[in-house]
């Protein structure tokens, strides 16, 4: 038995919306978890609902916890604090399955079926997602603070910045010019000469390098269906791959499906969905081209490894989303190497080349722009322990901790 004896929460005022979790065994191991956004709900829902039930079990039974944790009597099929807790208790437990057998988690999963997987930059920058929500509008004043500012990039010159992605061996980037219109009408409305300026960093990009990079839309749920289907219908000139979230509720079926009916532009959704039923329900209607899952939110690999065999049921392409944080980066990477269905895994370069890394261990490798397989055990990372000591962490235990 691997009885967990410690559920541990990790926090930065830094970072405000990250969240790690630290689950230690009786057998002297340690996994590691994360989630994202609402972190001291989440927090609350670790120590005062979770940790007392799960601290004395055996975390060998990693399908038996997740089905009690994301079957509450309030919260299930969201990505509300509940279900949030139990993708960070899901992850530290997988990282646990791995380190148990001195296995990584792609093998623990079932084994990979590629050792490498392509990935896409997402044209954040270095400050994105860090206060309470994204850093979506960027204006003409803004000044970038490094070489990988991608976001402020991207609205000045996109086909310089598309030129640098493939300088480094990307073949895929996604961009959000459309955000900063959605304001003035609350997303209702998009006018002709905001749709134009919208679609002015793409006609940059196919100028500069042509089709040698595909290019998505990431429309972040702000507008409704009459607004989507325009920008959608727009951006078939341009070849885009998907147009990721268009709608306002992405668990919308009607919404999604008179967009699909009305538009070329393939649909990509939604990070922001938790559970399998969403998911299930949006395949069944034909409402979804791709299909994107984020393993701190969907309720982490347990669940996120049945939302890929529902994409692959239904022959749609999968994509792990990372624009949070590191661990959920490695948790969508192994997932990626073993679902049959993946084609992407989410990069942010900024992120990548400075506050990632001093968070973690280890980063994964990304060659010729393509993320490498991992060789060691779990997830192949682990929280620095300077973390747990900065002036502004907040750690909680509940249980007997080692530390």
């Known amino acids: 038995m691997s009885k ?93 399955a791995g380190k148990r057998h001195d296995i990584p988690v792609h093998e623990a999963l079932g084994g990979a079926v590629r050792t490498e997987i392509r990935a896409y930059n997402t044209c954040a920058g270095y400050a994105y997602n860090t206060a309470g929500v994204a850093r979506r509008a960027v204006g003409s004043g803004d000044n970038a603070i490094g070489p990988y500012d991608d976001q402020i990039a991207f609205t000045r010159d996109a086909g310089a910045l598309a030129e640098s992605l493939l300088g480094e061996g990307f073949t895929a980037m996604k961009i959000w010019p459309f955000d900063t219109y959605a304001e003035a009408s609350g997303g209702q409305l998009i006018t002709l000469p905001d749709l134009k300026a919208g679609l002015e960093p793409f006609r940059k990009i196919r100028a500069a390098v042509g089709d040698k990079i595909e290019v998505m839309a990431e429309l972040h749920s702000l507008w409704n269906t009459t607004s989507a289907i325009r920008i959608c219908r727009a951006l078939e000139d341009y070849g885009v791959l998907w147009a990721e979230d268009p709608v306002i509720k992405m668990d919308d079926v009607q919404a999604l499906s008179d967009l699909r009916r009305q538009s070329h532009t393939p649909v990509c959704g939604s990070e922001t969905l938790g559970g399998t039923v969403p998911f299930r329900d949006l395949l069944a209607a034909d409402a979804l081209d791709f299909v994107m899952l984020d393993l701190a939110w969907c309720g982490g ?20 989303h990372d624009c949070t944080g590191p661990v959920t980066l490695w948790a969508g990477l192994h997932l990626g190497l073993h679902a049959p269905a993946a084609i992407f895994q989410e990069v942010v370069r900024a992120t990548l080349a400075t506050w990632y890394r001093d968070l973690v261990t280890d980063l994964p490798v990304i060659r010729n722009g393509m993320v490498q397989a991992p060789t060691g055990i779990g997830l192949c990372t682990s929280l620095r322990p300077e973390v747990k000591k900065r002036d502004d962490a907040t750690v909680r235990a509940s249980g007997a901790s080692r530390a």
Do not use: M
Request: proline share 4%; with cysteine; charged share 25%.
């Open 301 to 320: 690999l347990t669940e996120g490894r049945k939302i890929a065999a529902l994409a692959e049921a239904y022959a749609k392409p999968l994509a792990p």
């Open 4 to 96: 967990i004896t410690c559920v541990r929460t990790i926090r930065i005022a830094e970072r405000p919306n990250l969240i790690w979790v630290e689950l230690e065994t009786d057998d002297g191991l340690t996994g590691l978890g994360e989630s994202f956004r609402g972190a001291q709900a989440t927090e609350a829902v670790i120590h005062e609902q979770v940790a007392p039930w799960l601290i004395g079990r055996d975390a060998r039974r990693i399908e038996a916890v997740s089905r009690h944790l994301t079957t509450p009597y309030l919260g299930f099929h969201s990505a509300g604090a509940e279900i949030r807790a139990a993708s960070a208790i899901d992850i530290a437990l997988w990282d646990l």
